[in-house]
């Protein structure tokens, strides 16, 4: 009996080790697509997929969930979903929608981040530090401006200056982007402290490639010591995995497990303690 009961057992396994794991339901977010910016307050997310789809997570540059309605409507050959935010998002912030089964070698099939428009502004800082010394400062702006040269060395549309530090840093031509760039300390003979307050400032006439122009200075400031994991637009301290380095976004991936692989362990070890019984009792195998 227990003999018949752990072969029919073993006959079933590739059944059951298989039965769910390749299951999967993928979602494609057509609006707004990863990286737009200057999007809507009042936006709502859109999408197709081929088979019933579990709503996403919705979160904003904090990692707080967003409130939001999700809908589907059958298409006859798959579905369609909106995302619905239940109020207006803030300006000038950044939210990611990441489905359930969204995995890392996807791309962006089941993720969408953007960022919402308004007053442009600078979204984050961090700093790099050496030795309670600050070598390095990046800014991250709220959305790309217009022209990327305005961003490069020796702009004069964005300064950063510090309180009790005599140097003017000068921008690092390396890392700027249409939306990033770098004030690099490390080549001055002398380096600010983590203790000290930063300044930066972007100047009234910054253009945005969303058509907004700066009609007045816009400034933050920070302490790296009060923030060790950057500053950024919330007031809250930024999320990451590397210390005081860089800026960056919970990570929002899901990955899932068939229930055949722990169905496979169970059986595996039922047939193992039977198979010890039997011998224990000196049974026969016929």
Known sequence: MHLRFFIASLLLLPILAFADVAVRCHASVTSPLPGSTAVAPDVVIRGSTACQVQA????DDAGAAVPAKFATQDTGGGATFTLTPLAPLAAHRTYSVTFPDHLPCDGPLGQTQFTTGGTPGIRALTFQGSAGAVVGLDVYLTEPVLHPVDLANGTTWVT???????????VNSGLPSNDTLEFYYKLLPQWPTLAQTYHVQLHKGLQFASGSVLAA???????PNDVPYGWVVTGSQSLCAADNMTSSMPACTAQRVGRGRGVLALLMVAGVVMLRRRMGGRDSWT
């Not at 950063?160 to 000068?170: E, I, N, Q, R, S």
């Open 56 to 59: 996403p997570l919705f979160v």
């Open 160 to 170: 950063a200056t510090v309180d009790g530090y005599a140097l003017v840093p000068p």
């Open 217 to 223: 200075d816009v400034e933050v400031t920070a302490v």
